[in-house]
C-alpha cells in the first residue's frame, strides 16, 4: 500500500470555518497527477488513436482530419519542364465532445489525516472508474465499423460461413487464420503498421482460445519486451495483441425478470388496432411470461430471436410494441415461420439462442482519432469541508470530469473479427 507524507500538504488542513481554504498547488497537481496515472492503464483502446487535443474556446465541436492517399505519378515527366505537381486532399470530420464525471461525498465525521487517506483512495477508485468510463466511449465507436469478419462455425469437423452476428453460435471461435486473414484485409488496403505491426484488442476470454494456437509468440518471448504495448500478451500473423476486459462483448438483456427468455403461447398475424402503438401492428406473440413495464419500454426497437421447436430453425425479427398486462408482444415483420404453442423467445442482440458475441478489433495506424486526457480532457476534483452551502462544514468531496470524443477516420484500416468462446454463454454485455 502507498504510503502519503501528509505533511506535505499541511496548509490545506481545514481546521476553522474560514473562507477560501482551498487546495495547495503541490496538492492539486499531485492529485490531478495520481488521477490521470490511474486511469491511463485503461485506456487501451486509446492508446493506438490519433491524439488532438481537446478544443479551447472554440464550443463543442472537435475537428478531425484525414488525409487522402496520392495516385500513382505514372505519366513521364518532361525534360526540362517542371510538372504541375499535386495538393494534399484533406477531409474535415467533427465530432460533439461531451462531458462525463462522477464524484464521491465524504463526511466531516474522521479526521483531517484519515479525511486525506479517504481522498486518497476515493482518488484511486475514481481513477479505475474514470478509465473504463473513457476507454468504453473510445470502444463503442470502434465497435460500429462497417468491416467485419464473422468467425465460420466449425462442428464435426465440418466448416460453414456465417453471414451475420445472430448465426454465431458456440463453435464460431477466433483462430489463427482469421487473424491472417484480417491482416491481409489491411495490408490490401494499404493500412500502415502501428510501429512494426498492426495491432489487435482482445478480450481474455477469446485470447484463451488463440493462446494454444502453435503460432502464437508470447510477449515475454519477444526479442526486445521492454517495447510492449500497455496490456501486450503476444502476437500472431504479423498482429500484436492487447488484452482488455473491456473489449465489446454483444448481449441482449434479458426479457423479463424472472427469465431470459419468453415462452410463446399463441401467434396471430392479423393482429386489431393496438392503441398504445398509434397503429395496426400485423404480427403478435402471446407468451406465457410477465411482462415488466418498465423493461419492456426498454425492449421496443429491439431484435429478438424466434425458435421453432418443430423446425429447429431461427428468425430474427424487431420489437415493435409490449402490453405487459396482456403479455402481447407485436414484432414489425412477418418470422420466417409460423411460431407455435412453446416456441421460445431469445434476445437479438447478441449471438444465436442469444449468446454473448465477443468483438477483437484489428488495427492499422490512423485509424480512428480520440481527445486526449490531458490539458483538460481529464480532471480532478477535490472540494475541502466547507464547500458551497455546507454552513456547518459537514462535507467535502472528491470528483473526476472529462470531456472526451473519438471518430473512425478510415474504415478500411481497421477489421473487427466477431466471434463465440466457452464463456459465451454465460458472459455479460459491457
Given at each position: 500500500m502507498e504510503k502519503i507524507k501528509l505533511q506535505l500538504f499541511a496548509t490545506n488542513t481545514t481546521e476553522s470555518a474560514a473562507a477560501g481554504n482551498n487546495l495547495s498547488a503541490e496538492m492539486k497537481t499531485y492529485y490531478e497527477k495520481r488521477l490521470i496515472d490511474l486511469a491511463e492503464p485503461r485506456l487501451v483502446h486509446d492508446q493506438f488513436g490519433d491524439k488532438y487535443p481537446i478544443p479551447t474556446g472554440g464550443g463543442k465541436t472537435i475537428e478531425f482530419r484525414r488525409y487522402d492517399s496520392?495516385?500513382?505519378a505514372s505519366k513521364p515527366i518532361t525534360e526540362g519542364v517542371t510538372p504541375a505537381g499535386n495538393n494534399l486532399n484533406v477531409t474535415s470530420l467533427t465530432e460533439t465532445v461531451m462531458q462525463y464525471g462522477d464524484w464521491i461525498q465524504l463526511s466531516d465525521m474522521l479526521e483531517m489525516s484519515a479525511v486525506d487517506n479517504n481522498v486518497v483512495q476515493a482518488t484511486r477508485l475514481l481513477g479505475a472508474q474514470a478509465g473504463r468510463t473513457l476507454d468504453s466511449i473510445t470502444r463503442d465507436v470502434l465497435a460500429g465499423g462497417t468491416n467485419v469478419i464473422y468467425a465460420p462455425e466449425t462442428k464435426d469437423g465440418v466448416t460453414a460461413p456465417v453471414m451475420s452476428r445472430s448465426d454465431i453460435?458456440?463453435?464460431?471461435?477466433?483462430?489463427?487464420?482469421?487473424?491472417?486473414?484480417?491482416a491481409a484485409q489491411l495490408k490490401g488496403m494499404n493500412a500502415d503498421p502501428i510501429d512494426d505491426k498492426y495491432v489487435a484488442i482482445i478480450h481474455p476470454y477469446i485470447a484463451y482460445d488463440l493462446m494454444r494456437s502453435e503460432e502464437w509468440i508470447d510477449a515475454h518471448k519477444y526479442a526486445t519486451p521492454e517495447n510492449i504495448y500497455a496490456g501486450e500478451i503476444g502476437r500472431i500473423a504479423g498482429v500484436r495483441f492487447v488484452e482488455s476486459t473491456e473489449a465489446k462483448i454483444f448481449r441482449g438483456a434479458d426479457l423479463c425478470d424472472t427469465s431470459r427468455t419468453l415462452t410463446i403461447t399463441a401467434y396471430s398475424a392479423s393482429a386489431?388496432?393496438?392503441?398504445s402503438l398509434g397503429e395496426r401492428t400485423s404480427y403478435m406473440l402471446t407468451v406465457s411470461e410477465k411482462l415488466d413495464t418498465e423493461k419492456a419500454a426498454d425492449l421496443i426497437g429491439k431484435r429478438i430471436q424466434?425458435?421453432?421447436?418443430?423446425?429447429?430453425?431461427?428468425?430474427t425479427v424487431t420489437i415493435k410494441g409490449i402490453h405487459p398486462s396482456t403479455r402481447y408482444v407485436f414484432i414489425s415483420e412477418a418470422p420466417s415461420f409460423t411460431p407455435e404453442n412453446g416456441d421460445i423467445v431469445y434476445p437479438g442482440e447478441g449471438g444465436k439462442a442469444g449468446i454473448s458475441v465477443f468483438s477483437t478489433i484489428v488495427l492499422g495506424a490512423h485509424a480512428y482519432a480520440v481527445t486526449e486526457i490531458e490539458g483538460g480532457g481529464l480532471t480532478h476534483i477535490v472540494k475541502q469541508l466547507g464547500y458551497g452551502d455546507d454552513p456547518l462544514n459537514q462535507r467535502s468531496s472528491v470528483g473526476w470530469k472529462a470531456t472526451k470524443c473519438a471518430k473512425r477516420l478510415v474504415e478500411q484500416y481497421m477489421v473487427r473479427i466477431e466471434s463465440a468462446s466457452s464463456y459465451s454463454v454465460n458472459a455479460q454485455a459491457n
Open positions: 496520392l495516385e500513382k453460435t458456440e463453435n464460431c471461435r477466433l483462430t489463427a487464420d482469421l487473424i491472417f486473414r484480417a386489431s388496432v393496438a392503441p424466434l425458435y421453432s421447436k418443430s423446425a429447429d430453425t431461427y428468425s
